[in-house]
């Protein structure tokens, strides 16, 4: 072994893996189990306590699981990480250790459309409020700043147009405010963008797309930087304050630069319950090791896509910020050098009709509500998605009647290019 730091690939392969102790099995093992022996009574009092480390029962921890947290730590730069059930269970355990009724949320108006409506109805009934704002335009984050701010909330590249956020100035705004930058990372994988280099505090994932990649398994992680002070002016309490549930140790003071990793461990998934089952993320531990490589593929045929696509006589505007006219374009190549991502919309001239005769026409695409699958995906949103709304507020939400979404898995692109060519023409 050298010095040298491993790189992206070798940490997808390896990072918190070891041969398993007791059989030298080299792939993970999936601890099926639902809770672990205590070596003695003491061992499980200091356990039950949090003055040692070790496995109670798989709601609060699995190794299985701590293989997937350590990886996904890595790949991200952060201090720590919790996985969970899902995606949206990641983003509910997080802002339950920083919000309380009356407490607000900024979020980045462009949001997956599951986040908007768990932000507008379910986080509303816990009594807390959400203030939105426009990712393309910073003045209305800081206009949104208010006295009982907790958290700035915003997708690093966005739904449903894969357009680019521009995470350093709202890192600044957030970092004006004393509140931390929550970064949803999941439609830039890590490999793409790492938002903890920007100024992001934590950043979540739908395991479920990108790093799982296979579209077989539901789950989610919450990555902790490690960078944020959160005792100061006592505004973040449950980690600042004595926990009564644990003989009144505070979280910050004992765990520093993993406090809200533990937090959300330890009064979030132990209390709300979105455990992810080990079998979950031992699928999740395999995807992730080919991640460089789908991901680079992913973007280099959704380049190919969209730049057929924008020549295409069918076509009126393809939204895809790796195009040199797009006007994401700078934004990408500052902060996804490598790829703008595989999912992204365009326009069809023949409107409401033709995107519903080409989702019925297309033969290799799947037409479902899915992102971040090996296999190509589509979806008309107007006549899906977002048929419950106006056509003024489909175009606001960026599903006009003739927008047609793609997720572009990894096939050979000269086929995904013949599909969308037999299906235009149809
Ligand atoms: C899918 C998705 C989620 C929700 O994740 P689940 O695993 O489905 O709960 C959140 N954010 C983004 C960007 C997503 O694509």
Redesign the pocket.
């Known amino acids: 072994m050298t010095d040298r730091l491993p790189g992206f690939s070798t940490l997808a392969v390896h990072a918190g893996a070891q041969p398993d102790p007791t059989t030298g099995a080299r792939a993970t093992p999936i601890y099926q189990t639902t809770s672990f022996v205590f070596n003695d009574a003491d061992h499980a009092a200091s356990l039950f306590g949090l003055q040692a480390f070790g496995n109670i029962y798989t709601r609060i921890g699995n190794p299985t699981n701590a293989v997937l947290e350590e990886r996904v730590a890595a790949l991200e730069g952060g201090a720590a990480a919790l996985a969970v059930a899902?995606?949206?269970?990641a983003?509910l355990v997080v802002l339950q250790q920083l919000m309380k009724p009356g407490d607000e949320v900024i979020a980045a108006r462009k949001?997956?459309g599951?986040?908007i409506n768990q932000f507008t109805h379910a986080f509303k009934a816990f009594g807390w409020n959400v203030a939105w704002a426009d990712p393309d335009e910073i003045e209305s984050f800081e206009r949104a700043v208010t006295p009982h701010t907790k958290a700035i909330f915003i997708?690093s590249i966005a739904?449903p147009a894969g357009s680019i956020t521009d995470i350093e100035a709202i890192a600044a705004v957030a970092r004006k405010a004393g509140v931390p930058l929550i970064v949803?990372n999941?439609?830039a994988s890590p490999y793409l963008i790492k938002p903890i280099d920007h100024g992001a505090d934590i950043v979540?994932h739908?395991?479920?797309?990108f790093l799982g990649g296979h579209g077989n398994s539901?789950?989610?992680i919450i990555v902790d930087a490690g960078t944020f002070d959160w005792s100061k002016d006592n505004k973040y309490p449950m980690l600042s304050e004595p926990r009564p549930e644990y003989h009144g140790i505070r979280i910050q003071e004992t765990f520093g630069n993993f406090a809200f990793a533990i937090a959300c461990r330890v009064l979030g998934l132990r209390d709300l319950g979105p455990a992810l089952s080990p079998f979950n993320a031992f699928m999740i531990l395999t995807g992730i090791e080919t991640l460089p490589l789908r991901m680079q593929k992913h973007c280099d045929n959704a380049k190919a896509v969209a730049e057929f696509l924008s020549t295409h006589p069918a076509v009126s505007a393809v939204n895809y910020a790796g195009l040199p006219g797009d006007r994401y374009n700078a934004l990408q190549r500052k902060y996804a050098p490598k790829g703008a991502g595989a999912v992204f919309t365009f326009s069809l001239k023949g409107g409401y009709d033709a995107g519903v005769n080409l989702v019925s026409n297309l033969r290799l695409f799947s037409h479902l509500a899915?992102?971040?699958d090996t296999r190509s995906l589509v979806i008309h949103p107007a006549s899906t998605t977002h048929s419950q709304l106006d056509d003024a507020a489909k175009v606001r939400s960026g599903a006009a009647p003739e927008v047609v979404r793609l997720s572009i898995g990894i096939e050979d692109k000269e086929d995904l290019i013949a599909d969308l060519d037999q299906a235009l023409r149809a």
């Open positions: 899902s995606g949206h269970a983003q949001l997956y599951g986040s997708e739904n949803d999941t439609l979540v739908s395991l479920t797309k539901l789950g989610g899915n992102v971040g």
